[in-house]
């Protein structure tokens, strides 16, 4: 019997890991502006992405255009990514609105630093929690993801192709200065032990295709352009063969798609850990590099007799709320530590509803939120 | 026997659109897309290797009518979604087709690096002079002195030189040309689309609807007469001296370079690459 070969173990930050991740996914387009904390995740796709098969890496004139490129190498067949921070995330948003409405799957890294504006560059923060969900202008619903170490970056990587592919729907990937810039060890998994999904082309004659069809799976499939399949694609709100409509049955069957596609599939988008949950009576709710800090703190809250759990979200939208709920039932309290002034803890209260006590934690001053000042707070009953 | 101009058309419109179309009668735009169809069918390019990707606007919704593979962008970004959809495939045949607004002002940065990098595009320039859709507002290519809705009392900017704009941006092809034109419009368009690299067409289009209507050509016929006694090739043009040029502007070829585009380069590069490392 052949032994189980050993795990390629590299010494990464997590910008590297994203990387790393992407091409396990098989992203093989990069389009991109530089902007700190991401800019390693496009200097390192500058070095990777011509080596392989069909990589393709251009540097753009801007954000704007950066987003641009990637959806259309998007609907150019291409599993496509672009990374930035803050200032660039919000130059992006009109251009991701247009990728949710014309179902382009794409991955977009954000790695937050401090804000608003220019803010505190490289510092690390939180603070792009909301835009990534409303940033854009319109109702859409969109897949916000997080991690919390170097590991995470990696394998969160491949989630958010996997899910970007499976849903045609543009996927966030919110990383913090701490978490991207971290170097440890990380695993590289073989290529068994990783799923790696891609969008399904249509096999129907091209006269019967429809662009923006409701199925099974809530989407249509997605031919790339160029291959027989010939349909129009617009930001205009349209009719399932893409043409803009305004008819109100067109227009509320179109926007009840869009949602319905990410809703009837909450069990599969909404990611979390819980680390000793079960008998919790204080549960700390957190991401990013703050779940780090917090499940030092809950160890330490452990020894000293405190019943403590983390519930570490891995999905920031849609909220998993159903996660949360099932902690409500059984916490008394519940600690949001962030590293902004309340933008995730909101989505706490609102699942609550006024059944346990929610404590935030905030800091927006481009400091870490270290174990000991989570555990004041779990300590103070 | 021969093939009348409309059995060309009708090949490539979208019989399942529902038509008719945005534009007012008189409009140019039209006529822009029917010499794009010719173009298209003289150089005997199959529909799907075809990709007219369009910004926002009058122009924008050309995109809709005809059958190729369409993208209707973002305002100004027609130029960004190109530089992807080539880079990701070079085999396809990219047209963008921009209004005013959307190549020289929301999108200019994208018209000069899109020319700088030259990246293998067709870009027309649908010039109207104005904001069509948005209701007849200023433009940059809106002519000083000229009256808009955000110009009651007179353009006072200079208007924009888009042919100069992009020889300067360094376009391998640049030229221009007008929907009175039109045989030679279609022996520019058959041009820009056949080259290599970024090709930029400017087309001087009427709208009388926002533009004539309050700058003294009442009617579609008084633009085209406009169109007629102002453009004139670049060589009679040249002979005029300057300070006598008045309204005239020069049509035809500004300039030919033979560079290849950028996703050429780009995949040569690959190539090369990948071709040293097997040698090791």
Known sequence: MARPKKHKEIFAQGNEAVVEGALMAGCSFYGGYPITPSSEIMEIMANRLPLTKDGVFIQLEDEIASMGAVVGASLAGRKAMTATSGPGFSLKQENLGYACMAEAPLVLVNVMRGGPSTGLPTSPAQGDVQQARWGTHGDHPIIVLSASDVQECLEMTITAFNLAEKYRTPVILLLDEITAHTREKIKIPHPHEYEVVSRIVPTMPPEWYKPFEETVRGVAPMPPIGSGYRFHVTGLTHDVNGFPTSRPDEVVDHMERLHRKIDQFFYDIQIVEERQTEDAEVVVVAYGSVARSAEFAIQQAREAGVKAGLLKLKTLFPYPRRATEKILGQAKRLIVPEMNMGQMSREVKRVNCGRASVRTINRFDGQIITPSEILKVIMQG | ?280
């Open chain 2, 1 to 280: 026997m021969t093939v009348t101009g409309n059995e060309i058309i009708h090949q490539y419109l979208r019989h399942n659109k529902k038509f008719p179309h945005v534009l007012c009668a008189g409009c140019g735009h039209g006529i822009v897309l029917g010499t794009l169809i010719r173009s298209v069918h003289q150089l005997q390019i199959p529909k799907d290797d075809v990709v007219i990707v369009a910004g926002i606007g009058c122009s924008g919704r050309l995109a809709v009518y005809v059958d190729f593979n369409t993208v209707h962008t973002t305002h100004g970004r027609a130029l960004t979604f190109a530089t992807g959809i080539k880079m990701a495939n070079p085999k396809l045949n990219v047209i963008c087709i921009m209004g005013d607004g959307d190549a020289l002002s929301i999108g200019g940065n994208h018209m000069i690096h899109a020319a700088r990098r030259n990246i293998g595009v067709t870009a027309l320039v649908l010039n109207n002079n104005i904001y069509g859709m948005t209701g007849g507002q200023s433009s940059p290519a809106t002519p000083a002195g000229s009256v808009s809705m955000t110009a009651p009392f007179g353009q006072l900017e200079k208007s924009f030189d888009t042919v100069e704009l992009a020889k300067g941006a360094g376009a391998n092809f640049v030229a221009r040309g007008t929907v009175f034109h039109v045989r030679k419009l279609e022996k520019l368009m058959v041009t820009a689309i056949e080259r290599p690299g970024f090709n930029m067409l400017e087309i001087i289009t009427p709208c009388h609807t926002q533009f004539g209507r309050k700058n003294k050509y009442k009617t579609p016929v008084d633009m085209y007469k406009w169109l007629k006694s102002n453009a004139m090739d670049i060589e009679r043009y040249n002979e005029i001296e300057e300070g006598k040029r008045g309204d005239k502007f020069p049509i035809g070829t500004f300039i030919e370079r033979d560079q290849p585009g950028l996703e050429e380069r780009y995949y040569k590069l690959k190539a090369d690459l990948r071709k040293a490392r097997k040698e090791g």
